[in-house]
């Protein structure tokens, strides 16, 4: 069996449902700067998502409710760890088939000023050809929208890309800007050029957060999410 059809088929049993493969050669420039030396090394990454529960995001409205906050949460945190379980279970594989790999947590930040992770799973999944980064930051693909929890597994295996970039396709759709209850977006198209800060101020969507907290309530949104027309059923 292929090096590709033995991790589709850990990914397949692990119900991973998104699964592609990206040279992150192109992207060097635009990496952040703390991650690009990781391209030396492992200049290809795995990219692996799989949806959230549907009914549990469109309950995302009533969030003020506690059943409909702690069930988003649950979602979001079970998906994330299926996803580093899958990704620790590819990482070994590769890793006993005599390559270097590095398995980028689902969701760890790394940098509390950017407040980013040490690497941009969306942007992974956007070069493997999976989806288009639209106004949100969110990784849109056309079957789930922004609907998914994605990891990335860094190697130097010899794998060949699963596709191209894909064009933006938000158009004229501006509702994820309109409907952020802190103005975290400004509108602007994803480009790869552009630091995130042009289109995406993370530290208002943090400081929100943390206002719900401190107002004693559970701290969840997800609106921008919930209001994408992609994905949805
Ligand atoms: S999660 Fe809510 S506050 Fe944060 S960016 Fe999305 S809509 Fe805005
Ligand atoms: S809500 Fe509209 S503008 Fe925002 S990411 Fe989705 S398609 Fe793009």
Redesign the pocket.
């Known amino acids: 069996m292929e090096l590709y059809d033995k991790i589709k088929e850990i990914a397949d049993n692990d119900g991973v449902e998104f699964m592609g493969v990206a040279d992150l050669s192109p992207a060097r420039s635009f990496i952040q700067e703390y991650a690009q030396d990781l391209l030396d090394e492992y200049p290809i990454a795995i990219t692996l998502g799989i949806r959230l529960i549907d009914d549990v995001v469109d309950q995302l409205p009533h969030r003020e409710e506690r059943f409909a906050a702690v069930n988003y949460l649950n979602t979001y945190e079970v998906t994330n760890q299926r996803l580093d379980t899958v990704s620790y279970k590819i990482s070994n594989l590769l890793q006993k088939e005599g390559y270097h790999v590095l398995p980028i947590p689902a969701s760890e930040r790394c940098d509390d000023e950017r407040i980013a992770a040490v690497f941009s799973h969306k942007l992974a999944a956007h070069l493997a050809g999976i989806g288009w980064i639209g106004k ?1 930051c969110l990784l849109i693909s056309p079957e789930a929208g922004p609907r998914a929890r994605w990891i990335t597994v860094l190697t130097n295996a010899p794998l060949e890309t699963t596709g191209t970039p894909m064009e933006e396709s938000c158009g004229e759709c501006n509702r ?1 800007v309109e ?4 103005n ?2 400004t509108g602007k198209e994803f480009r790869a050029d552009e630091p995130r800060e042009i289109r995406y101020d993370a530290r208002k ?1 943090e400081q ?1 957060f943390e206002e719900l907290e401190k107002a004693g309530e559970i701290p969840v ?4 999410i919930h209001v994408c027309p992609h994905g949805k059923k």
């Open positions: 949100s994820c409907v952020c209850p802190v975290a977006f969507c929100y949104c997800g609106l921008c």
